[in-house]
């Protein structure tokens, strides 16, 4: 009993399936224009997307190498480089340390240093000089 209801099942929807593809047949040969027109305009709206996305895209900036020139003339080490960008990043000492892995006092150092040789009284204008330099962004 069950496999003639399979039976008729796959009958029926296979007779389903004869029926809609030749109603699909008689729609497409009835709107034949209409089915070029859609798919032109679609090669078409494919090819402005493409084209948008080519002309928009901005190409990549160049990268910034920190002037390596006045890094090496006044002496500036890796770790100090890092404190400078904490610096611009308007970290605190504390801040600085726990960000960097040291000591407060290496903070102090690193710091102090930074400004006697960048020729600054302060933070900002340590920072400031640095921008001068091309040394930050």
């Known amino acids: 009993m069950a496999r003639r209801i399979v039976l008729y099942g796959a009958l029926l929807a296979a007779g389903t399936l004869l029926l809609q593809w030749l109603d699909y047949q008689r729609l497409v040969r009835s709107h034949i224009g209409d089915v070029y027109v859609f798919l032109i305009a679609g090669g078409f709206l494919a090819l402005g997307i493409w084209l948008g996305v080519r002309g928009i895209a901005r190409p990549a900036p160049p990268g910034f190498d920190g002037n390596p020139q006045a890094v090496a003339a006044l002496g500036l080490s890796p ?51 640095a921008r001068e330099l091309g040394i930050l962004r």
Request: charged share 30%; proline share 0%; glycine share 8%.
């Open 79 to 129: 770790r100090e480089l890092e404190v400078l960008d904490q610096l611009l990043a308007g970290r605190s000492n504390q801040e600085i340390a726990d960000v960097l892995g040291v000591s407060l006092n290496t903070v102090k150092t690193h710091v102090a240093r930074l400004l006697e040789k960048l020729g600054a009284k302060r933070r900002g204008d340590a920072v400031a000089r």
